[in-house]
């Protein structure tokens, strides 16, 4: 289960976004994502076919965050993590926690 110490449910926003910094740390390596993607669990995060339409306000409402491109047909982002502390300090705190929590700022 996902790291929640005050048990609050998170939102399909913070769901895609702790999805994205999970893999990071997982990985080490800021990858693309489509909507596809969410619809389908992760660590026992699960977005599900409200996906593309999340993602879409996600990257409309913090377009400093994400990098965006097409192939094919499937819109696809990128967290910006080289800008990660910058972008903190930018996002409002229900998503910029999850930087904190998933250690990738300190």
């Known amino acids: ?3 929640n110490p005050n048990q609050e449910e998170l939102t399909q ?3 895609i976004f702790v ?3 999970r ?3 997982r990985t080490n390596e800021a990858r693309y994502w489509r909507a596809s993607d969410f619809q389908k669990e992760w660590n026992d995060i699960f977005v599900g076919y409200e ?3 999340r993602m879409s ?3 409309k409402k913090y377009p400093f965050a994400f990098e965006i491109r097409m192939n094919e047909r499937f819109r696809e982002i990128k967290f910006r993590f080289e800008n990660a502390r910058e972008i903190y300090n930018q996002l409002p705190m229900e998503l910029a926690r999850h930087l904190v929590r998933e250690g990738i700022i300190l």
Do not use: G, P
Request: glycine share 0%; aromatic share 12%.
């Open 57 to 59: 306000e996600l990257i």
């Open 23 to 25: 893999n990071f740390k």
């Open 19 to 21: 999805i994205i910094l």
């Open 51 to 53: 996906a593309t339409a």
């Open 1 to 3: 289960m996902y790291n």
């Open 13 to 15: 926003h913070e769901k």
